[in-house]
């Protein structure tokens, strides 16, 4: 049977992203719509969240489906030794799909290749989060009316950001050119930089960020340093404030640019950027319950056809 997990974006062709896009784009006009009547959705969260696992339980709601799961992995048999296998399995046997994030890279691949039900990766360690990646697109498509073409500045904790991973990989479609900036410590580990090589994707990298690094940005993608992901505090304390986006940093800007955040912000992006136009975090983040009801319905073999059909209902 064909596996329909989503585990990372990269498995994902052009043509299956714009699709997406276009599904994502009903759901946004028309959010309630009970086509996952009768479908259970597990959502297996091993590491925190907020936006990833709400979105996805709204979207899973407001399609009808019913929702399990799990917040803290404390609270479950994983703290009585059992093994990530015997939980998939467990939950495989209650629900039709599982959302799951993990703080081990892998995870995900690990999960799809046993269950029986399809996996979707919520974050696997500081590897891939693809689910954020389709919000992404969508938030720079809604934006900037296209996604080719485009100067995106990925900006703050480029080692352990798996945001900034899985958007890299899907971008290579669309012909960008990235700007990678980060202190040493956090610079882009060499695999993406070998894999924008190898998939002709132009890249350029700075330490400095300034009003004029910034000057030609379409999106200034900025992230938060992974605390959780340092083996030394130490470390984490010398970087964790090296860039600040300020509103007055913004004043020469291109007109078009949005600011991008998956968020949480700590304190990369000043709150006096919050009223900015081209501040779009959090818009970006609504964007997710839309994009998250097109990867839940694609993964379920629910078509856009199927979308459209119900819509005229
Ligand atoms: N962007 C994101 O993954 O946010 P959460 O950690 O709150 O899910």
Redesign the pocket.
């Known amino acids: 049977m064909e596996n329909r997990s989503l585990v990372t974006i990269a498995e994902h062709s052009k043509e299956k992203i714009l699709y997406l896009l276009e599904m994502a784009k009903e759901f946004e006009k028309k959010p309630n719509r009970k086509i996952l009547d009768g479908k259970v959705v597990a959502t297996l969260f091993f590491e925190?969240?907020?936006?990833?696992?709400l979105s996805f339980e709204t979207a899973a709601n407001r399609l009808g489906a019913r929702v399990i799961g799990f917040t803290d992995p404390k609270v479950t048999s994983s703290s009585k030794g059992e093994t990530l296998k015997d939980t998939i399995m467990m939950v495989s046997n209650y629900a039709d799909i599982i959302v799951m994030r993990h703080f081990l890279e892998g995870a995900a691949r690990y999960a799809s290749e046993v269950a029986p039900v399809p996996i979707v990766n919520a974050?696997d360690g500081a590897n891939q989060?693809p689910s954020?990646t389709m919000l992404d697109l969508y938030s720079i498509y809604k934006t900037q009316g296209t996604l080719e073409n485009l100067n995106i500045y990925l900006v703050g904790d480029l080692k352990y950001g798996r945001?900034v991973h899985s958007l890299l990989m899907a971008m290579r479609h669309f012909n960008p050119t990235f700007h990678f900036i980060a202190p040493e410590e956090l610079k882009m580990p060499e695999e993406y930089k070998i894999y924008c090589k190898e998939h002709h994707i132009k890249y350029k990298e700075y330490t400095d960020f300034n009003e004029e690094t910034i000057a030609d940005a379409d999106i200034l993608y900025m992230t938060r340093v992974q605390r959780e992901r340092f083996t030394d505090l130490m470390e984490y304390e010398r970087v964790k404030d090296v860039y600040i986006l300020r509103n007055k940093m913004l004043e020469h800007t291109r007109p078009n640019l949005r600011i991008l955040h998956?968020?949480?912000r700590v304190n990369e992006i000043a709150y006096d950027v919050d009223e900015n136009p081209k501040a779009y975090y959090f818009q970006q983040a609504q964007n997710g319950l839309y994009a998250r009801q097109a990867i839940l319905c694609d993964v379920l073999g629910i078509t856009l056809d199927d979308v459209i059909k119900d819509a005229k209902k």
């Not at 925190?48 to 696992?53: D, I, Q, V």
């Open positions: 925190p969240s907020t936006r990833t696992r974050g989060h954020q945001t998956p968020l949480p």
